[in-house]
């Protein structure tokens, strides 16, 4: 894992300004949604990108019964 260098502290309501040269550089803009995961004791940010339940895909996407899946994964499941 790189380190940045930087620190931030937490506020009153338990949140972090992440920088904005890593948010250039990670493409992540207002409103995006961010995936929060926890590595021993390390805690992982990373841009949200939603992919296919069945294949993992994150093109051509359609929702099913709540859940995400691609064009090929639906095609198959019609074909059943």
Do not use: W
Request: charged share 30%; net charge positive; aromatic share 4%.
């Amino acid at each position: 894992m790189k380190t940045t260098g930087v620190t931030r502290q937490l506020d009153s309501l338990g949140r972090i300004v992440i920088p904005i040269e890593l948010r250039r550089t990670l493409d992540i803009h207002t409103k995006d949604l961010l995936e929060i995961s926890v590595d021993g004791s390390a805690i992982l940010l990373r841009k949200y990108e939603p992919n296919c339940s069945f294949c993992g895909e994150s093109r051509g996407l359609t929702s099913f019964k709540e859940k995400l899946v691609c064009r090929q994964c639906l095609k198959e499941l019609k074909d059943l």
